[in-house]
């Protein structure tokens, strides 16, 4: 069972901001930045970059992660 969402700090193009993930959202999206050879950072201004002003950052990174591991299976 999932435990609450973990907040923790990111930089997004020099600007600080925090997002609340549940920690097994955080493992995954770590293991997606390392397989990349990327920081965290850099993919999460990558997925800030691309959502629409109605999407949450947590909610696109969950969706990113989501859709990363779901494109794998298939």
Known sequence: ???RPQ???LT???HRTSVSLEPEFW???RKIAAAE???INDLAAEIDAARGADIGLASAIRVFVLQHFMTRQL
Do not use: E, N, T
């Open 12 to 14: 997004l193009k020099g």
């Open 37 to 39: 050879d990327r920081p």
């Open 1 to 3: 069972m999932s435990q």
């Open 27 to 29: 493992d995954a999206f």
């Open 7 to 9: 907040k923790h700090s």
